[in-house]
């Protein structure tokens, strides 16, 4: 069979041509969209690196605390969730109100809308 789209004729093809060029437009879009947000991120992360940068500059200064004190610190802090990541991964919490698992990115029980007390300054991060 002939397809009618190869010679000029209207068919399928040519609505499926335009989703597919709408579709990579949204395409193009998103993507454009997460480049701003990830150079948005970066640009956090490297002011949150030169806070903590003085900070703990200051604290060196102030005391006689050293570098391998931070390390220890920072060892111990990690190893708070079992697993040596490298990250500060808050664990797996219970809801005090119905006992069932809560999500620790969220600040309400999904189930009884209890809301979590913050049990740490960083809970409320
Ligand atoms: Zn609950």
Not at 93 to 112: A, D, E, F, I, V
């Given at each position: 069979?002939?397809?009618p789209?190869?010679?000029?004729?209207?068919?399928?093809?040519?609505?499926?041509?335009?989703?597919?060029?709408?579709?990579?437009?949204?395409?193009?879009?998103?993507?454009?969209?997460?480049?701003?947000?990830?150079?948005?991120?970066?640009?956090?992360?490297?002011?949150l690196?030169?806070?903590?940068?003085?900070?703990?500059?200051?604290?060196q200064?102030?005391?006689?605390?050293?570098?391998?004190?931070?390390?220890?610190?920072?060892?111990?802090?990690?190893?708070?969730?079992?697993?040596?990541?490298?990250?500060?991964?808050?664990?797996?919490?219970?809801?005090?109100?119905?006992?069932?698992?809560?999500?620790?990115?969220?600040?309400?029980?999904?189930?009884?809308?209890?809301?979590?007390?913050?049990?740490?300054?960083?809970?409320?991060?």
């Amino acid at each position: 069979m002939i397809n009618p789209a190869l010679f000029g004729g209207r068919s399928e093809g040519t609505s499926s041509s335009m989703a597919a060029a709408s579709a990579a437009a949204r395409s193009a879009s998103a993507a454009r969209r997460a480049e701003r947000e990830t150079s948005h991120l970066e640009d956090r992360f490297e002011r949150l690196s030169l806070v903590c940068m003085a900070m703990w500059s200051l604290i060196q200064d102030k005391t006689n605390l050293t570098e391998e004190d931070l390390m220890e610190r920072v060892k111990l802090i990690d190893m708070m969730d079992g697993v040596e990541d490298g990250k500060a991964t808050k664990g797996v919490r219970k809801c005090r109100k119905c006992g069932r698992t809560m999500n620790p990115r969220h600040r309400k029980c999904l189930y009884c809308g209890a809301a979590e007390l913050a049990s740490s300054a960083f809970d409320a991060v």
